[in-house]
T-cell receptor
Framework: NAGVTQTPKFQVLKTGQSMTLQCAQD?????MSWYRQDPGMGLRLIHY???????DQGEVPNGYNVSRSTTEDFPLRLLSAAPSQTSVYFC??????????????FGAGSRLTVL | GDSVTQMEGPVTLSEEAFLTINCTYT??????LFWYVQYPGEGLQLLLK?????DKGSNKGFEATYRKETTSFHLEKGSVQVSDSAVYFC?????????????FGQGTTLQVKP
């Protein structure tokens, strides 16, 4: 099993450019989410999805767009990149275990630099 | 809103030392609690979890007990190894589990020296 696959691993953008971070999971998990990781701030939730066709905003959604057309894929789009979006991005998929806990599986991350 | 607070790092220990990383939380209801570990250059991996008060999660020699009375979930290990050097994140999710969301602490870096 590949688990959660993110591409690209590294990307450099210029201010104003747009791009899409890809995320795919092969575990048939209902839930998927995108986080960004910044020094000293832990992981902050950008957007999440509870199933195909359903998405919602997290803590820091501005400047990002998502869609969930299939169970497997959950791309994150940067509409007009800004230096403040320089970060490491993690995609996760999750399921509820028998005790009701969300168990997340993370991708390896995508490091984005905006100049 | 719900939140998680971890002790600041970095924590530097010698091999075979005892480890404690403090984690406290604020939440309505009865959240599930987690510890995730991030090794250099990698994504986060689930280390252990607990879903109700007094539950003890354990894995790879690490333990944490869900203490509702003190709203804490401190991570402990009796004897750390160099290979335990990583960033450790405490996290919570609401018990409904209907969204797949977690709220993370800021992370604590552990450095273990030989």
């Amino acid at each position: 099993n590949a688990g959660v696959t993110q591409t690209p691993k590294f990307q450099v953008l210029k201010t104003g450019q747009s791009m899409t971070l890809q995320c795919a999971q092969d575990m048939n998990h209902e839930y998927m989410s995108w986080y960004r990781q910044d020094p000293g701030m832990g992981l902050r939730l950008i957007h999440y999805s509870v199933g195909a066709g359903i998405t919602d905003q997290g803590e820091v959604p501005n400047g990002y767009n998502v869609s969930r057309s299939t169970t497997e894929d959950f791309p994150l789009r940067l509409l007009s990149a800004a230096p403040s979006q320089t970060s490491v991005y993690f995609c996760a998929s999750s399921y509820r275990d028998s005790r009701g806990a969300n168990v997340l599986t993370f991708g390896a991350g995508s490091r984005l630099t905006v100049l | 809103g719900d939140s998680v607070t971890q002790m600041e790092g970095p924590v530097t220990l010698s091999e075979e030392a005892f480890l404690t990383i403090n984690c406290t939380y604020t939440a309505t209801g009865y959240p599930s609690l987690f510890w995730y570990v991030q090794y250099p250059g990698e994504g986060l991996q689930l280390l252990l979890k607990a879903t109700k008060a007094d539950d003890k999660g354990s894995n790879k020699g690490f333990e944490a007990t869900y203490r509702k009375e003190t709203t804490s979930f401190h991570l402990e290990k009796g004897s750390v190894q160099v290979s335990d050097s990583a960033v450790y994140f405490c996290a919570l999710s609401d018990r409904s589990g209907n969204t797949g969301k977690l709220i993370f602490g800021q992370g604590t870096t552990l450095q273990v020296k030989p």
